[in-house]
């Protein structure tokens, strides 16, 4: 079997390859694939020099997965090709996740839904997966009625200049700004662009694929992106209203037993989750459970996902097991 990982120098797709190396997909031949001026050089996975190939080489390679970490317009272009070569692919970007024949999975919560015919799949945005992630086994106990978010998004979620924008700030550095403000000991209400009605694109990104994901396209849900000086993972407030009551204990409970999901809530002893203790981390971790007393049926919760991790390269290579362990790839005979 061969997998593509398409975009596989940026800070995705590089956790991409370190997450391919720790899960056990079976055997497989990597196929690393990135932009024109890195083809040809090479990067090191499990132990081993692999060439760097372009999208035009990998294609020919007709690999069975390809994963996509390399913007929307590469894989728009790119991905119906991957296809038609016999691929199934798993994208990461936002090119394909609000498109109503494109699935958008977080396995845990729907990969059931997955089929042979799926020959794109889309992977959600990193902020909106933690959020679905310990949203889901609640609405199928409460019933969802709204929901009010307040991201804290890490820079790693903007890629490499964003990182070094807060690393040069740090260090006393005048360089490239991938902002259009200073983040080191500062934080900004903007994530994405801004569109005609105040919001921003992230912002929307987490409604519109929050009801997608909980199939539940009524669902009331706003939200806020807030971009602070983190690395380690993504962060959000969130208020729910339930159409029925939940109780906290109850709430900790049912989470503490949903497959993904670490509950953190003891605030005597200072737990909680915090990016720094998320990141590097797979699970998304809960607490701060608590009712809101000026709301009837609504609580309050806060939730961490290291955004390159679960956020990102690990569902993404989730999905591809699914489709492993479900025989879900069509194979070259059929």
């Known amino acids: 079997m061969k997998i593509a990982v398409v975009g596989a120098t940026g800070l995705v797709g590089r956790e991409m390859l370190t997450v391919l190396a720790e899960r056990n997909l079976g055997a497989f031949r990597l196929l690393p694939v990135a932009s ?6 090479t990067l090191l996975f499990k132990d081993e020099e692999h060439s760097i190939l372009s999208n035009e080489q990998a294609v020919q390679e007709k690999p069975e997965i390809v994963i996509f970490s390399a913007g929307a317009q590469v894989s728009l272009e790119w991905a119906p090709r991957y296809v038609d070569a016999g691929g199934t692919v798993i994208d990461n970007s936002s090119a394909w996740r609000m498109n109503n024949e494109v699935p958008l999975i977080v396995p845990e919560i729907n990969g059931n839904i997955l089929t042979k015919k799926d020959k794109i799949i889309a992977n959600p945005n990193c902020s909106t997966i933690g959020v679905v992630v310990a949203l889901a086994p609640l609405h199928r106990k409460y019933q969802i009625r709204r929901i009010v978010i307040s991201t804290y998004q890490s820079v790693t979620g903007s890629g490499i200049r ?6 040069n700030e740090r260090a006393g550095i005048l360089g490239e700004m991938a902002y259009p403000h200073p983040i080191d000991l500062n934080l900004f209400p903007h994530g994405g662009y ?3 009605d105040g919001y921003t694109s992230e ?13 539940a396209p009524s669902l009331q849900i706003t939200g806020t992106v807030v971009r602070v000086p983190v690395m380690g ?4 407030a969130i208020n729910v209203e339930f159409e029925t009551p939940a109780d906290p204990a109850e709430v900790r409970l049912l989470l503490s037993k949903s497959e993904g999901v670490v509950v953190l809530d003891d605030p005597e002893k200072n737990v909680y989750p915090m990016p720094l203790y998320a990141r590097g981390k797979d ?18 919760l806060f939730v961490v996902t290291d955004n390159l991790r679960k956020g990102a390269a690990t569902n993404a290579i989730q999905i591809a097991q699914y489709l492993l362990v479900h025989d879900l790839l069509i194979k070259r005979e059929e």
Request: no cysteine; hydrophobic share 35%; aromatic share 4%.
């Open 36 to 41: 024109p001026g890195s083809s040809g050089k």
């Open 203 to 215: 912002e929307i990104k987490l409604v519109n694929e929050t009801r997608k994901i909980l199939a």
């Open 233 to 236: 993972g993504h962060s959000a």
């Open 194 to 196: 801004f569109l005609p």
């Open 283 to 300: 699970e998304v971790f809960v607490g701060r459970i608590r009712k809101d007393e000026s709301m009837p049926n609504t609580l309050n």
């Open 162 to 167: 964003a990182v070094r924008q807060l690393e």
